[in-house]
């Protein structure tokens, strides 16, 4: 349940677009359903303005938890923060808490003239470590899946996305398979669905697993991830937009 929670994720290969497609005072809260569950969980990203070392950064704000009947058997929350500096596009920093059956407290720390992640977990320091970073721009699963409305794809094309899985950077490759109509509590949309794999290197963690993820944009302006979806090998959990706030337009 917690990896679900956290993992709602032909031409030319390009790196995906550096600007945040995140807008301060935008936000997106969804309904997790799983197997029976309807109500499993709820996913709320939001974006705020945040500063670092004088320059004008973005704090993207991912909460996690469980609800309903499925909180009472197993209860989780949980709170990612990414900070980007919005002049280069590059997330400088990520943390992550939760206080479910597992508790996680880690950050993540990039140096990109070096091409490293420097890893702390403060629950289990032992793992600490500092990571080489391959080719691209590190983000979360989350922000990553957030990040796919910006890409302007069309079936048939792909885009490559370097994804942080706590101090593992994960290789993908995000495929445009086609398009389809999703219907909604906010209404129905026209959607492209993105379905990243790994490809570049050997197939790890939940990708070895035989996991598959997939992600629903919408074809209108606002170019909205109306739906996440994790396939396991025992079900599948869906996160299912259901609040949408748009950017805050300067004054």
Known sequence: MRLLLLCLLCTT???????????????FTYRVGFSIFSNA???KITAAPETNDKQPCILAVTTTSTRGFVRSFYPFDARAESV????????LAHTERSNGKKPTDTMLTFDYDKRTADYRNLVHPEKSQVVPLPAGDPMDLISTLVQARAWNLKPGEQVDALVMFEEEPYELTFHAEGYEKIKTSLGTFN???LVPRMEKTPPKGMFKRGS???VWISQDERHLPVKFEV?????????????????VTPN
Do not use: C, W
Not at 13 to 27: F, I, M, Q, T
Not at 84 to 91: A, F, S
Not at 232 to 246: D, E, H, I
């Open 212 to 214: 598959t993820v997939r």
């Open 13 to 27: 290969p390009a790196y995906a677009d550096l600007r945040l497609a995140l807008g301060v005072g935008e936000s």
């Open 41 to 43: 969980g709820e996913i």
């Open 191 to 193: 959607t492209l669905v």
């Open 84 to 91: 980007y500096n919005l002049r280069t596009g590059h997330m």
């Open 231 to 247: 396939e396991f090998k025992f079900g599948s959990g869906v996160a299912t937009l259901v609040k949408y706030q748009p950017p």
